[in-house]
């Protein structure tokens, strides 16, 4: 019997210096630093640097890093085309990602050959997510979208252009914090698309592209809008009966797993300790609820995570089922005033900082990935013409 390695779990085809994924001690690493060390005190731009050339930048790298993803935000003229056909369909976001990002071979200053990958494709491709993701979120609104502002960092400047406002210093923190904690995370299926479309000497959009349709599929895109339901739905029958939110989460806990139902933004297969993104995002969304309102929702999600993680260590002994990135994703990002589904584009716009420093890493120590299936078909069949079956 040959061994399938089904969904090649466990399966190593590449060294990388990204990011280290230790399940069983619940801790990841990103460019040698501990998550909890970076996220919430690097900007974007310094993890994207980090990344991208193994170390963090100066001062003045820095600065010329900011001003190079500030200038090439702007859209070549197609996507507007592009983006204003697909909101006339009502297409899923992730769509318009998909075909808004492809428009970038149409910059004529961006060239991006077959094999040749560079850090300026790179920053191209970061700089143009968020113009894509807030314009087209404009367009399906029924407004125009809104220019970048060169004076905005990268976070800030996403805020920006969904709205028109400038943010609040906290809700940019938060977004930036919610980037640094997804920018990579070991060899997950859109990272991976990335890696072998890279492999074959494609082009980095082609590479990225291919993960944006990875990243599409709710088994990796994720869904953080339950987690969300599911705090708003208990605090919401707490205000009818009377009774706490403690009790109410009590009684949704158990009649969720009573019925064979899971709760949302606990378990995951690789964290059986603690999933280290939970905690740094469950602090990014103290510190920003703390000082711009709704602090309420804040306290009533911590009283709903205690009394789940109680009642699944109750229900579901031996199971280690702790709170994962999904519960406090969907927290930070409701809390930036971000709708449910905006959240996976978010997402991309923040995991295009890894997926790039993979295609990097991949097109300088490259193999064609190309594994094997075992052929389980029939054999000898005898050929018949059509006209004869
Ligand atoms: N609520 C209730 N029970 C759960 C949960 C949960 N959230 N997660 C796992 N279990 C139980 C299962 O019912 C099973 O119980 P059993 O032994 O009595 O049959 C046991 O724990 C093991 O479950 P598996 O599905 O084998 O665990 P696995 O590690 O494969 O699952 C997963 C991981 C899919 C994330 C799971 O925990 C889950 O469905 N969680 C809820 C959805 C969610 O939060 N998804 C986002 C994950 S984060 C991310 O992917 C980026």
Same mark, same amino acid.
């Given at each position: 019997?040959?061994?399938?390695?089904?969904?090649?779990?466990?399966?190593?085809?590449?060294?990388?210096?990204?990011?280290?994924?230790?399940?069983?001690?619940?801790?990841?690493?990103?460019?040698?630093?501990?998550?909890?060390?970076?996220?919430? *005190? +690097? @900007?974007?731009?310094?993890?994207?640097?980090?990344? &991208? *050339?193994?170390?963090?930048?100066?001062?003045?790298?820095? *600065?010329?890093?900011?001003?190079?993803?500030?200038?090439?935000?702007?859209?070549?003229?197609?996507?507007?085309?592009?983006?204003?056909?697909?909101?006339?369909?009502?297409?899923?976001?992730?769509?318009?990602?998909?075909?808004?990002?492809?428009?970038?071979?149409? @910059?004529?200053?961006?060239?991006?050959?077959?094999?040749?990958?560079?850090?300026? @494709?790179?920053?191209?491709?970061?700089?143009?997510?968020?113009?894509?993701?807030?314009?087209? &979120?404009? =367009?399906?609104?029924? =407004?125009?979208?809104?220019?970048?502002?060169?004076?905005?960092?990268?976070?800030?400047?996403? =805020?920006?252009?969904?709205?028109?406002?400038?943010?609040?210093?906290?809700?940019?923190?938060?977004?930036?914090?919610?980037? *640094?904690?997804?920018?990579?995370?070991?060899?997950?299926?859109? #990272?991976? #698309?990335?890696?072998?479309?890279?492999?074959?000497?494609?082009?980095?959009?082609?590479?990225?592209?291919? +993960?944006?349709?990875?990243?599409?599929?709710?088994? /990796?895109?994720?869904?953080?809008?339950?987690?969300?339901?599911?705090?708003?739905?208990?605090?919401?029958?707490?205000?009818?009966?009377?009774?706490?939110?403690?009790?109410?989460?009590?009684?949704?806990?158990?009649?969720?797993?009573?019925?064979?139902?899971?709760?949302?933004?606990?378990?995951?297969?690789?964290?059986?300790?603690?999933?280290?993104?939970?905690?740094?995002?469950? =602090?990014?969304?103290?510190?920003?609820?703390?000082?711009?309102?709704?602090?309420?929702?804040?306290?009533?999600?911590?009283?709903?995570?205690?009394?789940?993680?109680?009642?699944?260590?109750?229900?579901?002994?031996?199971?280690?089922?702790?709170?994962?990135?999904?519960?406090?994703?969907?927290?930070?990002? /409701?809390?930036?005033?971000?709708?449910?589904?905006?959240?996976?584009?978010?997402?991309?716009?923040?995991?295009?900082?890894?997926?790039?420093?993979?295609?990097?890493?991949?097109?300088?120590?490259?193999?064609?990935?190309?594994?094997?299936?075992?052929?389980?078909?029939?054999?000898?069949?005898? &050929?018949?013409?059509?006209?004869?079956?």
């Amino acid at each position: 019997m040959t061994e399938i390695a089904r969904g090649l779990e466990g399966v190593k085809f590449a060294q990388t210096r990204l990011s280290k994924v230790d399940g069983q001690a619940g801790q990841l690493t990103i460019g040698g630093y501990p998550l909890e060390a970076l996220a919430p *005190n +690097a @900007c974007f731009e310094e993890v994207l640097f980090l990344l &991208w *050339n193994d170390r963090l930048p100066g001062s003045a790298e820095l *600065n010329a890093l900011k001003h190079d993803l500030a200038a090439r935000r702007a859209l070549p003229m197609a996507a507007g085309a592009v983006l204003r056909e697909a909101a006339a369909r009502k297409l899923p976001i992730m769509d318009a990602l998909r075909m808004g990002i492809d428009t970038i071979g149409l @910059c004529s200053d961006e060239p991006h050959p077959a094999g040749q990958v560079d850090v300026g @494709c790179a920053v191209a491709l970061v700089a143009h997510m968020p113009t894509v993701a807030a314009a087209y &979120w404009r =367009l399906l609104h029924g =407004l125009e979208p809104i220019d970048a502002r060169p004076d905005l960092d990268h976070a800030a400047n996403y =805020l920006y252009m969904l709205d028109g406002r400038e943010p609040h210093p906290e809700a940019a923190r938060a977004l930036e914090t919610y980037f *640094n904690t997804v920018v990579d995370h070991g060899m997950n299926a859109s #990272t991976f #698309t990335a890696r072998v479309i890279t492999s074959t000497r494609s082009d980095i959009v082609s590479a990225i592209v291919g +993960a944006i349709g990875a990243l599409k599929g709710p088994l /990796h895109g994720g869904a953080p809008g339950p987690a969300l339901d599911m705090v708003f739905e208990i605090r919401a029958r707490a205000a009818r009966s009377g009774d706490s939110v403690a009790q109410e989460a009590d009684r949704w806990v158990r009649e969720t797993i009573e019925s064979g139902g899971r709760i949302m933004g606990f378990g995951h297969r690789v964290y059986k300790v603690r999933d280290p993104r939970a905690d740094v995002l469950g =602090l990014a969304a103290q510190r920003m609820f703390s000082v711009t309102g709704e602090s309420r929702l804040y306290e009533d999600a911590r009283v709903v995570e205690e009394v789940a993680l109680r009642v699944l260590e109750e229900l579901k002994p031996g199971r280690n089922l702790k709170t994962n990135v999904e519960f406090y994703t969907a927290l930070v990002l /409701h809390g930036i005033g971000l709708e449910v589904a905006m959240f996976t584009p978010t997402f991309a716009v923040g995991r295009v900082g890894g997926w790039t420093a993979h295609v990097l890493e991949q097109v300088r120590d490259d193999r064609l990935i190309r594994p094997d299936a075992e052929y389980v078909g029939a054999t000898g069949r005898a &050929w018949v013409p059509a006209d004869r079956r």
